[in-house]
């Protein structure tokens, strides 16, 4: 996985074998993304690598990821969910996100036409860091299954790592453990994730 920012605009986030070669989402993207680190190199965010990619701190918290996609480059908000988003700039990850936001971009056309709207979102974003915001986390509403809570009582130390996840990763799990209609099959993806769960990992995270 990459570790150099500098290096992630021409070789890409690492986490695949397309890195440095035109396939790669990063040098499709190349010249949006790019941009976006220029437009952050104005703010007061500090410039760091994780997971691969550029992600801008306050504080040592995250604010800003700048995200590459097959379909999209753009800027990733850790709190976007708190933004007014008045213009609907902002988009979900998917039905199961709770705190992040996307802003995103397919023509760097579109970025420099958004250039100010982009960088007030922006601004609203490092404000919400200065104030201490917190996103609200979500009420599990899943079912525990039976069988999760068997393996709960014979591995407390499971139970314990299974609540130390973020809300989201616990109802990823359970809506995937009760997906099955039988018993066993529960059990057995159960048992297939318990080392995940244990590692303090999310269903999708490898």
Same mark, same amino acid.
């Given at each position: ?8 605009? $021409? ?45 801008? $701190? ?7 990821? !700048? ?40 023509? !760097? ?10 960088? %007030?979102?922006?601004?609203? %974003? ?13 009420? !599990? $509403?899943? $079912? ?30 359970? !809506? ?19 080392? @995940? ?6 269903? @999708?995270?490898?």
């Amino acid at each position: 996985m990459q570790k150099n920012v500098d290096a992630y605009f $021409t070789e890409g986030c690492g986490r695949c074998k397309l890195g440095n070669t035109p396939d790669c989402k990063v040098v499709k993207w190349q010249q949006i993304l790019l941009k976006l680190r220029k437009l952050l190199e104005d703010t007061e965010l500090k410039e760091t690598c994780k997971w691969g990619s550029p992600v801008y $701190t306050l504080n040592k918290k995250n604010v800003l990821q !700048i995200v590459a996609f097959k379909e999209f480059a753009g800027l990733s908000f850790f709190k976007g969910t708190l933004i007014k988003d008045e213009h609907k700039l902002l988009s979900s990850p998917g039905s199961n996100s709770h705190h992040v936001r996307f802003a995103k971009f397919t023509t !760097i056309e579109t970025l420099l036409e958004k250039e100010n709207l982009l960088m %007030a979102y922006v601004k609203e %974003a490092i404000a919400i860091e200065k104030k201490g915001l917190k996103v609200e986390k979500p009420t !599990i $509403t899943e $079912t525990i299954p039976e069988e999760l809570l068997a393996k709960f009582q014979q591995q407390p130390v499971l139970e314990k790592a299974f609540y130390n996840l973020t809300p989201g990763r616990q109802r990823g799990y359970l !809506i995937y453990f009760t997906g099955a209609k039988q018993s066993a099959t529960r059990e057995n993806r159960i048992e297939k994730y318990t080392a @995940h769960i244990l590692s303090g990992k999310g269903f @999708h995270d490898k």
